[in-house]
T-cell receptor, first 113, second 115 residues
C-alpha cells in the first residue's frame, strides 16, 4: 500500500499561471485535507473534504479551489498563482472518526516567481 | 476557538539526556490532543494521542506525553534522547466546533539532539 501520494514533488510557476496538485490515497479513508506549511506558521488548513462529494473551506482558502473526484482523490487547484502561495503543500487523510489520526503525504514544494 | 501553543521554537539537548517539548492548549470540552513529527523533506508522522484515560500516553520511538488538565498542557517527553530524534515536532488539537472536524496545529518546535 502506498498510503497517501502527492504529485508533483516540486513545481515552479510564474505569477498568474495555474496548476493542479494531485493527492490520492489507498487507505479507504473518508476524510481528506489540504494544508500549507510555511516557516514559523506551522500547518494551516486550506480545504478539507469530510466525505466523497463534500468540500469545506479551512483557515486559508483564498486563491485555491478543490475537487473531491472520488473517495481516493482530492485535488487542489491554483487558478492564478501568486508569490504568496509559495509554500509546501501537504495532503492528509483520516480514517476512523473516533481515533482521528491523520496520515500525510510527502508534500509538494511550490515556488511562484 | 480551539488552539495550541508551542512556546519554544527550538529545543537543544545532548544525546542520552531527557527531553521535553512543550505544548499548551485551549479548548472547550474534552480535548483530543496529538503529537506529530516531521523529518527533513518528509510529511508529518503520527507519534501519539490523548483522547481519554491515563494521563501518561506512550507512543512511537520511545516518546510519551503527559496530559495535565489543570495546567492545560500536553508536553512531549523522552527519557533518553537520540541524535536521530532531531526533527520538527508539532502539537495538534482536534477542533469540532462550528460543524467542522479538523486538526489545529501548533507552529512547531525544532528539536536538535547533539552527540
Amino acid at each position: 500500500n502506498a498510503g497517501v501520494t502527492q504529485t508533483p514533488k516540486f513545481q515552479v510557476l510564474k505569477t498568474g499561471q495555474s496548476m493542479t496538485l494531485q493527492c490520492a490515497q489507498d487507505m479507504n479513508h473518508n476524510s481528506m485535507y489540504w494544508y500549507r506549511q510555511d516557516p514559523g506558521m506551522g500547518l494551516r488548513l486550506i480545504y478539507y473534504s469530510a466525505s466523497e462529494g463534500t468540500t469545506d473551506k479551512g483557515e486559508v482558502p483564498n486563491g485555491y479551489n478543490v475537487s473531491r473526484l472520488n473517495k481516493r482523490e482530492f485535488s487542489l487547484r491554483l487558478e492564478s498563482a501568486a508569490p504568496s502561495q509559495t509554500s509546501v503543500y501537504f495532503c492528509a487523510t483520516t480514517g476512523v472518526p473516533s481515533s482521528y489520526e491523520q496520515y500525510f503525504g510527502p508534500g509538494t514544494r511550490l515556488t511562484v516567481t | 476557538a480551539q488552539s495550541v501553543a508551542q512556546p519554544e521554537d527550538q529545543v537543544n539537548v545532548a544525546e542520552g539526556n531527557p527531553l521535553t517539548v512543550k505544548c499548551t492548549y485551549s479548548v472547550s470540552g474534552n480535548p483530543y490532543l496529538f503529537w506529530y513529527v516531521q523529518y527533513p523533506n518528509r510529511g508529518l508522522q503520527f507519534l501519539l494521542k490523548y483522547i481519554t484515560g491515563d494521563n501518561l500516553v506512550k507512543g512511537s520511538y520511545g516518546f510519551e506525553a503527559e496530559f495535565n488538565k489543570s495546567q492545560t498542557s500536553f508536553h512531549l517527553k523522552k527519557p533518553s534522547a537520540l541524535v536521530s530524534d532531531s526533527a520538527l515536532y508539532f502539537c495538534a488539537v482536534r477542533d469540532r466546533s462550528y460543524n467542522t472536524d479538523k486538526l489545529i496545529f501548533g507552529t512547531g518546535t525544532r528539536l536538535q539532539v547533539f552527540p
